[in-house]
């Protein structure tokens, strides 16, 4: 069918068919990488034009056939970076409790005690919450907490600063101080930062930023 596509035809019906179709599956379960591999394979196959027996040349592989067409490539899905965009939404729903039932019981049966960001997978997880953890690195990277008061922000260990590619504190975090929250940073009276603390606890790059 595809000798009879236009090459735009062909991009049109991967992009609206082929890449869509896996969409609901990839929002709640991770994707094994083979699965992602062979789906990948086929349409790449199916763009060059090689037939039902996989024979033909692809002139191009398709982790640069998924780059920007400003970059020279087609703009086409990467699935297994898109699976793990679509969990780390799941993800972000949880984490901000858009739906107050499902975020109670996660949280009830995962991280009674704790945050989304810092739940681990528990034991004898269900696939589903065993793929949505799977995106709390990607969550963490795209984040940053509000602090507020500072009391329930910890210092380290929670994405609160103001940096696009790194929202961590990157100061050397002594044992003694792993759990202190951001509050300790403030001079509560004044309503204020306390930039002598601050100045004697962090390094140039997190002092400029806070």
């Given amino acids: 069918m595809n000798k009879n596509l236009s090459k735009g035809g062909i991009a049109t019906l991967l992009k609206s068919a082929a890449q869509t179709i896996p969409n609901f599956w990839m929002s709640i379960f991770l994707i094994p990488n083979g699965i992602s591999e062979t789906i990948e394979k086929l349409m790449n196959g199916f ?3 090689r037939g039902v027996n996989g024979k033909g040349i692809s002139w191009m592989a398709w982790d640069k056939m998924c780059a920007p067409k400003s970059h020279g490539g087609m703009g086409m899905k990467n699935l297994k970076n898109f699976n793990m965009a679509m969990l780390a939404k799941q993800g972000w729903r949880i984490l901000n409790k858009e739906n107050p039932l499902v975020s109670a019981i996660m949280k009830a049966r ?22 949505i953890v799977s995106a709390q690195e990607a969550i963490k990277a795209g984040c940053r907490r509000k ?12 994405p609160w600063l103001p940096d696009s590619e790194n929202g961590f504190m990157s100061t050397y975090k002594p044992a ?3 759990n202190v929250t951001v509050d300790s940073l403030m001079d ?3 309503k204020r930062w306390d930039f002598e603390v601050i100045r004697d606890i962090c390094n140039d790059r997190d002092l400029r930023l806070i």
Avoid: H
């Fill in 47 to 49: 763009w060059w034009g």
């Fill in 110 to 131: 995962y991280f009674p005690n704790s945050e989304f960001l810092d739940a681990e997978v528990g034991a004898n997880p269900s696939f589903v919450w065993r793929s």
């Fill in 147 to 158: 602090i507020g008061n500072g009391v329930s922000t910890k210092v380290w260990d929670v």
């Fill in 176 to 178: 003694q101080l792993q």
């Fill in 188 to 190: 509560i009276e004044k």
